[in-house]
């Protein structure tokens, strides 16, 4: 999305949010024996303590929450250009948190990433 002419910054923002989401959700679902606290504002709360900067990825899935809400139900939105830096920004936090999230479930012993 970042890569169309123009950018799709709003579609970014909602999809870097899953990314890091989803990312989550694996981890706590594999640490949680199966369940994975589907809901968007009880996922948070789950991340495990020994998880790599637990505070600080508790936090960021809240705010890239907070991110995508405003992108995609706003009733008076930015122009999408205005999206442009939230995008930028969760675009490597997406990353680096799916890359923390891949080696934390190795390092517990998850045979499936």
């Known amino acids: 999305m ?4 123009p950018p ?3 579609d970014a923002v909602s999809r870097y949010y899953y990314a890091m989401y989803h990312a989550m959700r694996a981890v706590v679902f594999f640490v949680e024996a199966g ?8 996922l948070p709360k789950h991340t495990p303590n ?3 900067d637990a505070a600080l990825w508790q936090n960021a899935l809240k705010d890239a929450r907070e991110r995508r809400n405003a992108a995609d139900y706003e009733p008076y939105p930015k122009t999408d250009s205005g999206l442009r830096k939230p995008a930028l920004a969760m675009r490597s936090q997406a990353a680096e948190l799916i890359g923390v999230s891949r080696a934390y479930l190795r390092a517990k012993g998850c045979q499936h990433v």
């Open 2 to 5: 970042l890569q169309m002419d």
């Open 35 to 42: 369940d994975d606290y589907q809901p968007h504002s009880e």
């Open 8 to 10: 799709s910054y709003r």
């Open 50 to 52: 020994d998880f790599t």
